[in-house]
């Protein structure tokens, strides 16, 4: 069976510290791959797709970039946070057209 | 575009009472609908989905909806809720292939 792994599961950083969160899939190969944000108080933001090695989609400009480096891996960076990076960052995998998206358990990311 | 209303932010009712989470969209094509649902600082879990066919899903954990295309809803229902329903609940749309567009989701609150 597929499963997404994600870590870690929270976090705190500084304002200005570079970012790396990681999310990794088992049991499927090229996935649609997923970042989405969630503010607090909002519903969820997406942030970046990807439908295949190094190729990467981004929603909405900001202070974040995205890598897939590997077929079943994909990864959230940042070389600089700031505070307004705050939120929680979920994964998610999607196994084929208009069917659902699997998500991670999710990262808690708080900027001091 | 598309874009997917939650209507309520927050919905308290007392256990083993009805519920209805309502959730409203608009999209120029045809779409495909989904509610998710997360409890505390976990990921999101589907509930159910709606494809095509029949217009009333059910879903896991005693959940259903019911898909109306002239009111362009998918409302969420349960008839007796528990305190172990309580969390957020995301309606979503899906477009170009599995992305994903989430209303801004809706606390429910099982007060025993």
């Known amino acids: 069976s597929q499963t997404i792994h994600q870590w870690p599961a929270t976090l705190v950083q500084p304002v200005g510290s570079p970012l790396s969160l990681e999310c990794t899939v088992e049991g499927t190969s090229n996935p649609n791959l997923y970042w989405y944000r969630q503010a607090a108080g909002r519903g969820l933001q997406l942030l970046f797709y990807s439908v295949g090695i190094g190729q990467i989609s981004s929603e909405v400009p900001q202070n974040l970039s995205a890598s897939r480096p590997q077929d079943r891996q994909f990864i959230l960076s940042s070389k600089k946070l700031l505070l307004s990076d705050s939120g929680f960052y979920l994964c998610?995998?999607?196994?084929?057209?208009?069917?659902?998206?699997?998500f991670g358990q999710g990262t808690r990311l708080t900027v001091v | 575009a598309q874009s997917v209303t939650q209507l309520d932010s927050q919905v308290p009712v007392f256990e083993e009472a009805p519920v209805e989470l309502r959730c409203n969209y608009s999209?120029?094509?045809?779409?495909?609908l989904f509610w998710y649902v997360q409890y505390p600082n976990q990921g999101l879990q589907l509930l159910l989905k709606?494809?095509?066919?029949?217009?009333l899903v059910k879903g896991i954990n005693g959940f259903e909806a019911e898909f109306n295309k002239s009111q362009t809803s998918f409302h969420l229902r349960k008839p007796s809720v528990h305190i172990s329903d309580t969390a957020e609940y995301f309606c979503?749309?899906?477009?170009?292939?599995?992305?994903?567009?989430f209303g801004g989701g809706t606390r429910l609150m099982v007060k025993p």
């Open positions: 709606y494809l095509s066919g029949s217009t």
């Open positions: 998610a995998w999607g196994g084929g057209p208009n069917t659902e998206a699997f």
């Open positions: 979503a749309v899906s477009r170009a292939g599995n992305m994903l567009t």
């Open positions: 999209s120029s094509v045809s779409v495909y």
